[in-house]
């Protein structure tokens, strides 16, 4: 079984530009989850959606992120503008309902 | 807001010692699950707690889950080299949808 790719691994970016980052989920799937973490600490979830719909999206900057799930397979995430404190791990994850979660390897974002 | 917190922070043991890492919840948890992640990857799922009271072992390692539901521990009996990283509680609040991640214990074993 496949399991949760992302897209690119690695980002440098400057101060107030943009930066998308994708997910693909493991195949049936319907949570899926983004996940900034930064270094040191744990993951903190920034949207869950339900197939194509925004559960959770509590924790999300909404005023420099945003987060859409098309067909309710694969995401994107999208920041625009970056800051510096933008800097972190970017994790996508996916589940079955309330099931344990298969994470990606992550994008490391670096803004600077 | 719900906050899941951790203790210790970092552990440093010798090779064969045991190592315990605790979770407590600001509220009561339907469940709580378990990841470990290695230096450098992503979290990986270890186990799921429902019942209060509930003990899970898994080869080395002991989970529980408190009997009011908002405190969990992870007991690692004789450590090896292989057990480095980094251990998250992620608890969910009854009702809710979405895990909140605790802030981690990074274990690191001394050959």
């Known amino acids: 079984e496949a399991g949760v790719a992302q897209s690119p691994r690695y980002k440098i970016i400057e101060k107030r530009q943009s930066v998308a980052f994708w997910c693909n989920p493991i195949s049936g799937h319907a949570t899926l989850y983004w996940y900034q973490q930064i270094l040191g600490q744990g993951p903190k979830l920034l949207i869950q959606?339900?197939?194509?719909?925004?559960?959770?999206d509590s924790q999300l900057p909404k005023d420099r992120f945003s987060a859409e799930r098309l067909k309710g397979v694969d995401s994107t995430l999208k920041i625009q503008p970056a800051k510096l404190e933008d800097s972190a791990v970017y994790l996508c994850a996916s589940s079955w309902v309330k099931r344990e979660q298969f994470f990606g390897p992550g994008t490391r974002l670096t803004v600077l | 807001g719900q906050q899941v917190m951790q203790i210790p922070q970092y552990q440093h043991v010798q090779e064969g010692e045991d190592f315990t890492t605790y979770c407590n919840s600001s509220?009561?948890?339907?469940?709580i699950q378990w990841y470990k992640q290695r230096p450098g990857g992503h979290p990986v799922f270890l186990i799921q707690?429902?019942?209060?009271?509930e003990v899970k072992k898994q080869k080395r390692l002991t989970f529980q889950f408190g009997e009011a539901k908002k405190n969990s521990s992870l007991h690692i009996t004789a450590t090896q080299t292989t057990d480095v990283g980094t251990y998250f509680c992620a608890g969910r609040q009854t009702g809710a949808n979405n895990l909140f991640f605790g802030t981690g214990t990074r274990l690191t074993v001394i050959p």
């Open positions: 509220t009561t948890l339907s469940n």
């Open positions: 707690l429902v019942k209060s009271g």
């Open positions: 959606f339900q197939n194509n719909g925004v559960v959770d």
